[in-house]
């Protein structure tokens, strides 16, 4: 059942642990109601990929993920015909006396049953799902064109066997961290949103929702603390998922609140990177902590 307002897809959203801004609630909301891709554009860790899950969970519908990486083909990606099997019916028509007639033959091989769905296909069969393409910008530029009639459509052409199209088209969200540029064809075809870092408040928010055993204050100040290395020169600042799993490393070893030796020890729950641990290890680290404090007081 597609929210009826806006308001009822930021509600769904945060029903599913998922707290939404209204610019980001209105786009999900207007693709749902519109039928259109959504193309979600952003850093790593700004929770891209989790809004699909939030959606499947909560409309509910089944969860089809199609991972993308260097390299992937349409084999991988959509179908592939299984040729053991193929073969295999080929032998058996020619030892029943079955295989006089070549171009049944051809035919029954190239039946649905030979047919090997990957998660575009999946994604257009059986029951509704939302079908999430993640990091699309992983993939290889002549990818894109594969995907253009399913966006557009719902549907795939298999030249052997025929169109497919769903009979209850798919929630497609797409996601890219924009390593590189994905191409203007698709981005025709999509309702578009640059999902970016939270502000305090609403991060806040999320580590209320996500992490609720972690304290008020505490709270407060990994929040600071990580706004302000954000705002630094870091290689791969820390998303909110690094967020949610710092402040529950801090709660695991009681902490009640930030201090620069605590923060020097559990630094690798927050940065990804030597370099940025090193450059905020010490003295940097405890000045950061001094002012959140002061900021979350």
Known sequence: MVPASVEETQKL???????????????????????????LEGEPGTGKTEIAKVLAAQLPRRLVRLQ????MDLASAAYEWNHARQLMAIRLAEASGEATDR?????????????????LLDALEGEPAVLLIDELDRADEPFEAFLL???ADFQIS?????????????????????????????????????????????????????????????????????QAVRQGDTFKPPGVAETIDWAGALA????RELEPALVDETLGALLKYQDDIAK???????KLVAEAKQAAA
């Open 158 to 226: 298999i030249p052997e066997f025929g169109t497919v199209r769903a009979a209850v088209p798919p929630v497609v969200v797409i996601t890219s961290n924009r390593t590189r540029e994905v191409h203007d064809a698709i981005r025709r075809r999509c309702l578009y949103h640059w999902v970016d870092y939270p502000d305090a408040a609403r991060e806040r928010a999320i580590l209320k929702l996500r992490a609720p055993g972690v304290g008020e204050r505490l709270s407060a100040q990994v929040v600071a603390f990580v």
């Open 149 to 151: 009639e399913i966006l």
């Open 252 to 255: 695991a070893l009681d902490a």
């Open 103 to 119: 171009a049944a033959l051809e035919r029954g091989i190239y039946d649905r049953r030979f047919l090997q769905s990957r998660p």
């Open 68 to 71: 993308c990486y260097d390299g």
């Open 13 to 39: 959203l945060a029903a599913g642990g998922y707290v939404a801004d209204r610019q980001l609630a209105t786009t999900v909301h207007l693709a749902l109601r519109m039928g259109r891709p959504l193309f």
């Open 280 to 286: 905020i290890r010490g003295a940097e680290a405890a």
